[in-house]
T-cell receptor
Framework: DTEVTQTPKHLVMGMTNKKSLKCEQHMGHRAMYWYKQKAKKPPELMFVYSYEKLSINESVPSRFSPECPNSSLLNLHLHALQPEDSALYLC????????????FGSGTQLSVL | EDQVTQSPEALRLQEGESSSLNCSYTVSGLRGLFWYRQDPGKGPEFLFTLYSAGEEKEKERLKATLTKKESFLHITAPKPEDSATYLCAVHIKAAGNKLTFGGGTRVLVKP
């Protein structure tokens, strides 16, 4: 299995909602990442987990809360988002060291109303 | 400040018309340069990693090369299915051990 699976593929939420994005990989990778991508822009790093510990937080607002329950799963909890948070949210994984070849999921397209 | 710049921003090609994309970087302590392909609404797909000047890698119609200041992605005799956004990214240890992406080049290959 060489896939990173993200759910849901699409999400529409109001500014008062709480929702979660999920990411799963079964390649035995030990680093997992959340990126945010706006239309026609490159991906922007949000968080990195290495060996299930948060190793990089790119000064992301607290309305985004990451969680790594185990080595295969990565969640991103969303609360009180703003319309400008609408974007494609990408999960990625890499085998061991940080920023080796990244395997990306297909993303969750998020719209905040 | 470390920077990664891709050019051109967009490229329209006729099928079979070879061309090159550029990724220039002004960084110190480069640990690797990555090329990815991204289709609309999808995550980036890994193409190549280059580590040292003079290195070249090939995959089907794509060839990536690296110098001390830039990388080129050559597309030979492109087909419509090569239409995508091509992203380069550099891994710089000094930048908190993270990848810095360029802005991408959107390639459209017309039949």
């Amino acid at each position: 299995d060489t896939e990173v699976t993200q759910t849901p593929k699409h999400l529409v939420m109001g500014m008062t909602n709480k929702k979660s994005l999920k990411c799963e990989q079964h390649m035995g990778h030990r680093a997992m990442y959340w990126y945010k991508q706006k239309a026609k822009k490159p991906p922007e790093l949000m968080f990195v987990y290495s060996y299930e510990k948060l190793s990089i937080n790119e000064s992301v607002p607290s309305r985004f809360s990451p969680e790594c329950p185990n080595s295969s799963l990565l969640n991103l909890h969303l609360h009180a988002l703003q319309p400008e948070d609408s974007a494609l949210y990408l999960c990625a994984s890499s085998p061991g060291g940080l920023n080796e070849k990244l395997f990306f999921g297909s993303g969750t397209q998020l719209s905040v109303l | 400040e470390d920077q990664v710049t891709q050019s051109p921003e967009a490229l329209r090609l006729q099928e079979g018309e070879s061309s090159s994309l550029n990724c220039s970087y002004t960084v110190s302590g480069l640990r690797g340069l990555f090329w990815y392909r991204q289709d609309p609404g999808k995550g980036p797909e890994f193409l190549f990693t280059l580590y040292s000047a003079g290195e070249e890698k090939e995959k089907e119609r794509l060839k990536a090369t690296l110098t001390k200041k830039e990388s080129f992605l050559h597309i030979t005799a492109p087909k419509p299915e090569d239409s995508a956004t091509y992203l380069c990214a550099v891994h710089i240890k000094a930048a908190g051990n993270k990848l810095t992406f360029g802005g991408g080049t959107r390639v459209l290959v017309k039949p």
